[in-house]
C-alpha cells in the first residue's frame, strides 16, 4: 500500500467509529522472520498500520505516516517485520523499556504517548492497527500496557492478540534441549525479578528459563555455580540477529543485551525418568 493510498484510507467518514478498529499485537517472534506464523503475516500484511516499539531515546512520538527517520536504528520488531512491511506503513512507539523501578514517571508518560498516537490514527480513519511486538504478545510483552491504555482513552476499540513464537522456544531448538519432558515443570521467569526467584525455581525439579538477563548475569552464573546447574546450561543472545551467539554459559560472557535468554535444563538422569 502507497502512502497516498494509505492516507486515502485513512481518511475520517461519517460511518465509521471507534467500535469499528481492531488493535491486533502480533508476536513476530525472537528476531528471525521466517519465525513468523502465516497468521501472522497475514494479519501485518492486511493492518493499515504497524506500530513498532523502539527505546524511547531514539525517536520522539509521532503519528505521522513513514515515521521512520533514514539512518535510525531499527529495534528487533521493526527489523524482523520489514520482510512483510513496507517502510510507509510502519510507526514507531518508543517505550522506556530500560528504566528500572516498576512504573516510572518515565515509563508511565511513554504508555500514555504511546496511546495518544495509536488512537490518533483511529480518528483519522484506520480501522485495522498492529502491534508487532517480538516473542509473543501475551508473554513479558509492552502490548498488554499499550491496548489497557488505548482502551482507556476508546473503550469501544477492540483488542485482539495473534500468538508468536518465544524465545525459550527458539534457544530450545537451537541448542537441542528439550524444555520439559514427563511430570517436569517448566518456570520462565525474569531476571529482573531478583536472585531469590531464580534461586528456588533452580533448587526445583523442573527446567528454568530466565529472560532478561542483561545486568544481573553475574549473579545468575554465581547461583548456577553454587547449585551445581551451570555445566548444563544454554545461553541464548540475539538469537535470529547478527551477533547471535547460543552456547555454554561461563564467565567471560558478561556484557549482555538485554533480550538474552538463558536456559537450564532439569536434571535427567536417563530416558524417560520424569514420565
Known sequence: MSADTQRAHARPTADVSPADATLTGVGVGPGDPELLTV???RILREADVVFVPVMA???APTATAGATPPGAEAGRAEATVREYVPADRLRRLPFALDDRGGVTARRAAAWDDAARVVVEAIDAGARSLTFATIGDPNVYSTFGYLAQSVRALRPAVRVATVPGVTAMQELAARSGTPLCEG????TLLPA????ALFADALAGPGTVVAY???RRHPELLAELRRQGRLADAVLGRSLGLPGERIGPVDDTEHDLPY???LLVPARREHRGGKL
Open 192 to 195: 529482573t525479578a531478583g536472585l
Open 183 to 186: 511430570r517436569e515443570p517448566l
Open 259 to 261: 533480550l538474552s535468554t
Open 57 to 59: 531515546d531514539r525517536v
Open 212 to 214: 532478561k538477563g542483561w
Open 39 to 41: 497468521k501472522a503475516v
